[in-house]
């Protein structure tokens, strides 16, 4: 064996010892590289999404980007007028369109969205964040929602004082007799 044959033997041990090495050279170690599994379901939702010039319901694009659990209640929200688009309210079957402003009401919160890709069915969280650019206003904190009238966990059964003034926050006391 001359020095080449060596040095070709000494690479090939390299590359199956060190996944890192390929016979393309070193792995790209980028943090801002998209990931492959990522880039593959972009890919096939792409494929499965509406051709060119074809648009989509606005019930069924959010309800595929994530913004609701289930179609219906995507369709449900458009019809109680908790979903605009481009300021105006909508109904379920509204086309929507790349460069469309979406906001949907949820719990006293409203998210913010602009179309960035069409898509009609259901893709995961990572490849539905990139079909939309969100510019909702960050979320209100946990404590100013908390309901009123909750018990730390062990504290036992309530007295009848702490009972009475648990109904006062829940406004039993104050309202009318109950019964006939």
């Given at each position: 064996?001359?020095?080449?044959?060596?040095?070709?033997?000494?690479?090939?041990?390299?590359?199956?010892?060190?996944?890192?090495?390929?016979?393309?050279?070193p792995?790209d170690?980028?943090?801002?590289?998209?990931?492959?599994?990522?880039?593959?379901?972009?890919?096939?939702?792409?494929?499965?999404?509406?051709?060119?010039?074809?648009?989509?319901?606005?019930?069924?694009w959010?309800?595929?980007?994530?913004?609701?659990?289930?179609?219906?209640?995507?369709?449900?929200?458009?019809?109680?007028?908790?979903?605009?688009?481009?300021?105006?309210?909508?109904?379920?079957?509204?086309?929507?369109?790349?460069?469309?402003?979406?906001?949907?009401?949820?719990?006293?919160?409203?998210?913010?969205?602009?179309?960035?890709?069409?898509?009609?069915?259901?893709?995961?969280?990572?490849?539905?964040?990139?079909?939309?650019?969100?510019?909702?206003?960050?979320p209100?904190?946990r404590?100013?929602?908390?309901?009123?009238?909750?018990?730390?966990?062990?504290?036992?059964?309530?007295?009848?004082?702490?009972?009475?003034?648990?109904?006062?926050?829940?406004g039993?006391?104050?309202?009318?007799?109950?019964?006939?």
């Amino acid at each position: 064996m001359d020095a080449k044959d060596t040095e070709t033997d000494t690479a090939t041990a390299t590359d199956l010892r060190d996944p890192a090495h390929t016979a393309s050279g070193p792995k790209d170690t980028d943090p801002k590289a998209p990931d492959p599994k990522v880039a593959a379901a972009v890919a096939a939702a792409e494929a499965a999404g509406p051709q060119s010039g074809e648009t989509v319901r606005i019930d069924s694009w959010i309800w595929s980007v994530r913004l609701v659990k289930t179609r219906s209640m995507g369709a449900t929200a458009c019809r109680g007028g908790h979903v605009r688009v481009n300021g105006e309210r909508v109904k379920p079957a509204h086309s929507v369109r790349v460069g469309d402003e979406v906001r949907v009401r949820q719990e006293g919160w409203e998210r913010i969205v602009v179309v960035k890709r069409l898509i009609r069915k259901r893709v995961g969280a990572p490849v539905a964040a990139q079909c939309y650019i969100d510019k909702s206003p960050p979320p209100p904190p946990r404590e100013a929602v908390a309901p009123a009238g909750i018990r730390d966990r062990g504290t036992g059964r309530p007295t009848k004082r702490d009972r009475r003034e648990l109904e006062r926050l829940r406004g039993m006391l104050g309202g009318p007799p109950e019964g006939p």
